[in-house]
């Protein structure tokens, strides 16, 4: 009987038998962080490095391309680094690792400039100066976009466009990485992964050094703003590889997203509520303010909270935003991309306010890392949504999502370079026999199509916005019976594999949630209202491990590895 804790890999498999590739610098994801790993490695490690990224699907299928809001860093003299640490440290809620939010902010704004030189636009005013954008949590207006809204798109491209331009990275798009493969050691040793291409099939990439950049699991909830392909692959191959995955309780949930009946949930940025849009029920009655004295510009968790109290209170099924306050010609030309989804839908904002309602939007936690992207597996690293660093506490700053990717990203790209150089580059590559004897299975299946659709559906209902102890225990069950007859399947498609690692992040996620009797940041439980000073530290989710290891929060400069 197979549990979640059973299945090393999801395949079977005889590596020296499979088509093999070989790089020195394996980058798996091309969002924000996986690009700046890969350009890190690139530039400083000359010409002779061969670094390969890979995409699950393409660029505009990344979190990073669908990023509206924009980009939070100290790029204008009113504002300054110590006032930025303030405001990520304030919204992580006790939790943010303060060497971390140091890193962050400092190291930004010259990354901002780089890509600016690279040929990022940005907005500016008339004068040619940077035009920024205020947010929920931030002290200042210090959020720098494209196009109002279209800032990810921007960064997207001009990061593939360096990426491509330079002549030692190889781009691999429409690559699944089913698994990274370790070799046996204490702890064991991460020398590439596993993939399936459409058209090529299985394949091996041995990588002296691993940057998993993956991304995200909103496709583990019902509710989500994430692209379909985010479904919490790169958590789920680092946790069968062995990695420690950090704080998995806090997952963001943005207040805003459109509510049209069997439609997405498409995002309406938080700079909207930054500009001055107001948050009002059914009845127009504008509630933010009975909430929190921030009223819409609070951070995300409270309002999102706020918002599923006042719909209880009028028995309706979501909140309006109201863009009239800050006059709709303001509204058409700062937000452009919203204006034309709102029109596509026929929603006339001049007219009457959008329909809005929360839906998950970002993992805090994730694998947990040092400030070089190090996890605790050798020629492993990580950065960007897929790793936890410390930075974001239990509940990330608006804005601070690209501005992690790019600092934290380099940082791992730079630090893989270590794991390349130990080897030397390019020189003793071979073909490890590695094998994954996985026997076919003669237990009955499950509909793969019904087992994503509930277990989404379960962790809307009892793990996202408001917990519970009884129900988290419950859905706890849940996993452990679909993991008996979907864990034990081998299955030769991405959809297969994709419920296989919703299954293994949704149940670390609901772990972790029934562990922190407390509430903290987007991590909210009835049962637990408050914080509690013996839950002021990171919980570690190791395979094989029955309970949840700790370490203290670093709030002092001195940060170590992992």
Known sequence: MLSLEDRRYLIPFRATLLPQIFCDVL????????CSAALAASQQGGDALDIIVTGKGKAPDTNTYW???????????????????????TAGAGLCDEPAVRKAVAEGPDLMRRLIDNGLRLDRDADGSLKFGKEGGHSQAR??????????????????????????????????????????????????????????????????????????????????????????????????????????????????TLYVAGASRSLITEAVRGEGAHLVDRDGYRFMPDYDDRAELAPRD?????????????????????????????????????????????IDPAKSPIPVHPSAHYM?????????????????????????????????????????????????????????????????????KIISDIRP??????????????????????????REGTHLAEVQEMFAFWARYTLDKIFDE??????????????????????????????FRLDHPTPRDEFHLHDLITRGQAEPSTRPVLDTVSAGSV
């Open 302 to 346: 409270i309002v999102s909270r706020s918002i599923l109290h006042q719909m209880a209170k009028t028995g309706h099924s979501h909140v309006f935003l109201d863009v009239r306050p800050l006059g709709i010609d303001t509204f058409n030309q700062r937000f452009p991309g919203i204006a034309k989804l709102l029109h596509n839908f026929d």
């Open 143 to 256: 959020i720098v976009h494209t196009d109002g809204d279209a800032t990810g798109k921007s960064l997207s491209h001009s990061l593939i466009n360096q990426v491509d331009a330079a002549p030692n990275i190889r781009r691999f798009e429409q690559c699944f990485i089913l698994d990274l493969i370790t070799v046996e050691s204490s702890p064991p040793r991460v020398v590439g992964a596993i993939t399936h291409h459409p058209k090529y099939g299985l394949q091996v990439i041995w990588a002296h050094a691993t940057v998993l950049a993956a991304g995200g699991c909103g496709q583990v909830y019902r509710e989500s703003t994430n692209p379909k392909l985010a479904t919490g692959d790169g958590l789920a191959m680092a946790y069968r590889a062995g990695a420690q995955l950090m704080d998995m309780a806090f997952v963001q949930f943005h207040p805003t």
């Open 441 to 466: 299975s003669d237990r009955s299946e499950l509909d793969l199509g019904d087992v994503r659709s509930s277990l989404r559906s379960v962790m809307w209902r009892h793990v996202s916005i408001e």
């Open 67 to 89: 990023a509206q809001g924009g980009i939070a860093a100290v790029l204008d003299e009113a504002d300054s680094l110590e006032e930025h640490i303030a405001d990520t440290l």
């Open 364 to 432: 805090v936690g994730g694998i947990a890392t040092d400030l070089d992207g190090r996890t605790n597996l050798p020629g492993l690293y990580a950065a960007g949504e897929a790793a936890a660093t410390g930075l974001h506490g239990a509940n990330r700053l608006a804005s601070n999502s690209l501005l992690e990717g790019l600092v934290f990203g380099d940082a791992a790209g730079r630090a893989a370079l270590e794991a390349v150089e130990a080897n030397g580059n390019g020189s003793g590559r071979r073909a490890l």
């Open 27 to 34: 980058v798996v994801g091309e969002g924000a962080a996986g």
């Open 494 to 523: 991405a959809p297969g594999w994709e419920v296989q690692n919703l299954l293994t992040v949704g149940s670390l996620i609901t772990r972790s949630a029934n562990w922190r009797q407390e509430s903290r940041g987007t991590h």
